[in-house]
């Protein structure tokens, strides 16, 4: 069974860090370019970052540069978003999702994905 889940969410004060890990289970990732995702209550599923399958291709959105690291660890079957610099406005259930092209061209676009995690809640409160 193709499967991603997603770890590391929890609460935080802003300012603080988290890094989240996305790991792959009944395939290899080493193939696909992973896509990490989140969606706030009311809100629509963003697209926050993507790393390529060689992960020499990095993209982020404007609102999480200079504070997200998209990065991978193929032999671990793993993808991580290490987040620092938190703010409240972070706050949204975050998800990955691989991308059998290997590609992040329009990584925001969430039909563009094959595999989805179930997601971990991030929280930013003081």
């Known amino acids: 069974q193709l499967q991603l889940v997603e770890s590391g969410g929890g609460l935080v004060q802003p300012g603080g860090s988290l890094r989240l890990s996305c790991a792959a289970s009944?395939?290899?990732?080493?193939?696909?370019?992973i896509g990490w995702f989140r969606q706030a209550p009311g809100k629509e599923r963003e697209g926050v970052s993507c790393i390529s399958s060689s992960g020499g291709s990095r993209n982020y959105v404007d609102s999480v540069k200079g504070r997200f690291t998209i990065s991978r660890d193929n032999a671990k079957n793993t993808v991580y978003l290490q987040m620092n610099s938190l703010k409240p406005e972070d706050t949204a259930v975050y998800y990955c999702a691989a991308r059998g092209s290997g590609l992040c061209f329009r990584f925001r676009g969430s039909n563009e994905y094959d595999y989805w995690g179930q997601g971990t809640q991030v929280t930013v409160s003081s």
């Open positions: 009944g395939f290899t990732l080493d193939y696909y370019a």
